[in-house]
């Protein structure tokens, strides 16, 4: 098992334990919480790849910065939005939010 | 346009054939809102083609033949199809009496029409009408006299169902226009079997080669039939007749007059134009020596049971074109043209008459007219009853010699059977024509008199207007009374060419002798034993006015009721069009057509239902989706 397969199965577990959470879970700052496992997971992915296939270019540590920038900005979105849905279900239940359907 | 002037003859007969269409074109694009223009422009149109009319006929009086004028309009190989005029002397009477018919009406309709809110309308109509018909007379092909023909038709459509706002009218139009294009349709396939079997449409030519028998015997009577199809539709022969009388329920008895005088006898004029041809053809003659005796006979009957008085001479015209298609078809050519000329003089009278009386009393019913003092009006009274003496055939009148012409005619066929039937329908011809003029003539007090329409101010028709109305009246009563007498002078000015080229008039000719005199003496007394018969019933100081028909309440229903065609025809309508062809057009429609597109419809909206379980507002099971697809979508791609 090399150096590569360890990290990715890190990500992969990772990502897995993300979906899980975010597929699970009602509440709806678990599931934000659970989509930042599954960015990490990614993140690793990429770094791992750039690390042990392509040590020079910095592509991947880039993306991972976005990655980073990205889950930042929709921390800050989701955050307003349950905060908002709270406002008016006095829920943060995500069943509870299926009367926001037409 | 020196060429023109230069012909005389072509000048006039071109601007009979296109200066009322000037005028309907100038008075429907110009002068709508000018109802005294419009008049004088389409009085004008219509005098002026009278006027060439009068200047053609005495012109080619002496001609040595017929004068052809002739553009080729559709050359294809060896057929041509010409487009012009034909002046022969069949084609100028003809022009002549349509050209003072129309004049006479136009100017009486300066009276009838009078503060019509369609008076210029009215007026386009009337010269439409006067430039189909007077193109149509002098048509030197079938071809460009079956298409005035239509335009006759159309021109009729507009005419009846000028009072567009009434339902009737509008029905009485519809029905006039449905079921002359009936005959029509017939006619077309005329022309056609003529062109295929013959290859020319040319009116001249296509006699010359029926005589000389030219033509094979099959396509004649073929061909001839089926123009004789158009005859019965054009002319109200029997199975297509019931539309003449609804034709009265239209606008006005000027439009009823024309369509008594001139367009109706469109139908005997067609088949006197290609008489000889119709005569290469002896079945196609029987046939229409049948059709024409049961139309004058039905209508007779009908006649007999109506009180409204355009509706009797609405029959009495339909009884008169019957007589005038069985002197045709017994192979009196000149008593059938002679008949129609005579007829288009008084018939023309008699509507007239009938318009002044309308117009005045505001009623159609003859017992009204009667009962409302109808008999004080001296000029229509007078003028009526020397029309109804001329459509009996008494004596010094018009009606008289032609219906002894036809009588004459029907005499010469072997078979005596149609000259019964012919002095039989003299017979009610008179008794029917006189019922009417008693019932004006003695009204009976006994029945309620119904004085409240009486006397509120009709003083006012006696201006201007009223005059306008009398004058062609009392013109048409003084040709009635002197027109008989050019009989001989018009048969030789008729017959001259095609006695000496065709021999057609031998029939006729074999029945001057002491037979002709028999004839003439029951034909006279048929007539006025009519007379005598109606003035018995209605006439006399303790008549009761009540027909012996009243004795007969079933025979009279069944005549009232048009001996139940037009229920027949409803019939007929409802089982074949609308059972039988609406039907199957509907479930076309509705399982082929509109099921396919529902079908398409249902598809669509059923898939989409079906996929619609993905949108459930589940945001998790949204997203379980999304990664099983996603999981698919791997595993398609790196298996």
């Known amino acids: 098992m090399n150096a590569l397969t360890v990290y990715l199965v890190i990500a992969a577990v990772l990502f897995s334990l993300g979906l899980f959470g975010v597929l699970m879970r009602r509440n709806l700052i678990a599931m934000l919480i659970s989509l930042e496992l599954m960015l990490n997971g990614a993140s690793i992915n990429f770094m791992a790849f750039n690390r042990f296939l392509a040590p020079e270019p910095a592509v991947g540590q880039i993306v991972t910065l976005f990655i980073m920038g990205l889950a930042a900005a929709e921390a800050a979105i989701g955050l307003s939005i349950i905060l908002t849905l709270f406002r008016r279900l006095r829920s943060i239940n995500i069943e509870r939010a299926r009367r926001l359907g037409g | ?639």
């Open chain 2, 1 to 639: 346009m020196t060429w023109l002037l230069k012909d005389p003859v072509l000048l006039a007969a071109s601007s009979c054939a296109s200066l009322p269409f000037i005028a309907m074109a100038v008075i429907l694009i110009g002068t709508r809102r000018n109802p005294k223009l419009s008049a004088a422009i389409s009085i004008g149109a219509v005098a002026t083609a009278l006027i060439a009319s009068l200047y053609l006929l005495v012109t080619l009086r002496h001609a040595p033949g017929p004068v052809e004028y002739e553009v080729a309009w559709m050359v294809s190989s060896d057929i041509h199809i010409p487009f012009g005029f034909l002046l022969d002397r069949l084609s100028l009477l003809m022009l002549v009496i349509v050209a003072a018919i129309s004049f006479l009406v136009q100017v009486y309709s300066l009276g009838y029409m009078a503060g019509d809110p369609g008076f210029s309308r009215y007026y386009a109509f009337q010269s439409l009408f006067a430039w189909a018909m007077m193109t149509m007379v002098i048509a030197p092909g079938m071809l460009q006299l079956y298409v005035f023909w239509e335009l006759v038709g159309l021109a009729s459509y507009l005419l009846i169902g000028f009072y567009y706002e009434k339902w009737s009218a509008s029905q009485a139009g519809k029905k006039a226009f449905v079921m002359t294009r009936l005959g029509d349709i017939g006619f077309f396939l005329g022309i056609i079997t003529v062109l295929l079997g013959f290859g020319n449409l040319g009116i001249l030519d296509m006699n010359e080669a029926a005589q000389a028998n030219r033509i094979p015997q099959q396509i004649v009577t073929l061909g001839a039939l089926l123009i004789f199809c158009g005859v019965m539709g054009k002319s109200a022969q029997f199975p297509l007749l019931t539309w003449l009388p609804d034709a009265m329920e239209g606008p006005t008895p000027v439009s009823a007059l024309l369509h008594s005088a001139t367009m109706v006898a469109a139908g005997v004029y067609l088949m006197g134009r290609i008489f000889p041809f119709f005569a290469a053809s002896p079945d196609a003659m029987a046939v229409a020596l049948v059709i024409g005796t049961i139309t004058m006979l039905l209508s007779s009957t009908m006649a007999m049971a109506t009180y409204d008085i355009k509706q009797v001479w609405a029959y009495s015209t339909v009884s008169q074109l019957g007589f005038m298609v069985m002197g045709l078809a017994a192979g009196g050519y000149f008593a059938g043209v002679f008949h129609l000329t005579t007829h288009a003089g008084f018939k023309a009278l008699l509507f007239l008459c009938s318009g002044i009386f309308i117009h005045e009393y505001h009623t159609n019913d003859m017992r009204m007219i009667g009962r409302q003092g109808g008999r004080r009006m001296k000029v229509p009274m007078i003028c009526m009853t020397i029309g109804a003496l001329a459509l009996a055939g008494v004596f010094p009148f018009s009606g008289f010699f032609s219906k002894e012409a036809v009588m004459a005619a029907l005499a010469g066929s072997s078979n005596k059977l149609w000259l019964a039937a012919g002095l039989f329908g003299a017979l009610l011809t008179a008794y029917y024509s006189f019922r009417l003029i008693f019932f004006i003539l003695f009204p009976k007090k006994d029945a309620a008199p119904d004085d409240a329409h009486h006397g509120d101010g009709h003083g006012e028709h006696h201006g201007y207007t009223y005059w306008a109305m009398a004058w062609p009246v009392m013109i048409l009563a003084g040709v009635t009374l002197v027109l008989g007498f050019s009989q001989h002078w018009l048969e030789r000015f008729l017959t001259e060419w095609t006695a000496a080229a065709h021999g057609v008039e031998a029939s006729h000719a074999g029945v001057h002798g002491i037979g002709h005199y028999v004839v003439l003496a029951t034909a006279v007394s048929m007539g006025l034993a009519g007379i005598f018969w109606a003035y018995v019933e209605f006439g006399w100081k303790r008549a009761k006015q009540e027909g012996f028909l009243r004795r007969y309440p079933r025979v009279e229903a069944f005549f009232a009721r048009r001996w139940y065609l037009d229920d027949l025809y409803r019939l007929l309508l409802d089982a074949l069009v609308y059972c039988g062809l609406t039907n199957a057009f509907t479930r076309n429609d509705r399982r082929v057509i509109d099921g396919g597109i529902d079908g398409i419809c249902r598809f669509t909206v059923g898939s989409g239902r079906s996929l619609s379980f993905l949108q459930s507002g589940w945001l998790q099971y949204n997203l379980v989706i999304m990664v099983a697809g996603v999981g698919l979508m791997v595993l398609f791609f790196v298996l």
